[in-house]
């Protein structure tokens, strides 16, 4: 079992940058994808971006551009770099871990981080 926690999100003002990381438990993830998802208030959960065991990475075009997502293998350790944040960015964001090497089906889940951007 892997055990994800999110952590980092809070409160921002448009324009304002956060950094959320995701700690992972209980596995070695660096051969196994990651990835950022959020769920805004009266949505569904969106994709935000991925990276993979190449550390090559993957972003929605809603935050192309002023999202980066890295890891520290070292760590164990997924992060969500957010500049240039909108009040559309609002929303608990999770992070997700592959069920199996070199596939992108995400299967564990945290709890999630709540990130509010004021206007």
């Known amino acids: 079992q892997v055990q994800l926690e999110e952590s980092g999100g809070g409160l921002v003002q448009a324009g304002g940058s956060l950094r959320l990381s995701c700690a992972a438990s209980g596995r070695t993830v660096s051969s196994y994808a990651m990835a950022w998802f959020r769920q805004g208030p009266g949505k569904e959960r969106d994709f935000v971006g991925a990276?993979?065991?190449?550390?090559?990475?993957y972003y929605a075009d809603s935050v192309k551009g002023r999202f980066i997502i890295s890891r520290d293998n070292a760590k164990n350790t997924m992060y969500l770099q957010m500049d240039s944040l909108k009040p559309e960015d609002t929303a608990v964001y999770y992070c997700a871990v592959a069920t199996k090497r070199y596939t992108y089906e995400y299967d564990y889940w945290g709890q999630g981080t709540q990130v509010t951007v004021s206007s």
């Open positions: 990276i993979n065991w190449s550390a090559t990475t």
